[in-house]
């Protein structure tokens, strides 16, 4: 299909560098960047999440939110 668009500055930024990076024409650079708004506006991330766990060194088990709150009170006010 052949048609005239009007294409923002920032967008035309982006053409411009896909196509001086990876040598692409015109069409080609303003399909790669629709496709890739297309990807994320399906709901795919734009990069995978990764979750990292560290341990924290707690003296408490913190599993039982409760028993943590007990213990937070007691030590705000001992007389308890």
Known sequence: M??????????SAELER????????PSEALNLLARRGMSRASGLPAHPYVHVSEP???KVDVSDIGAVLELLDEEADPAR
């Open 18 to 25: 896909l196509r001086r990076e990876q040598g692409l024409g």
């Open 56 to 58: 924290l060194g707690l």
């Open 2 to 11: 052949r048609t005239t668009i009007t294409v923002a500055d920032d967008v």
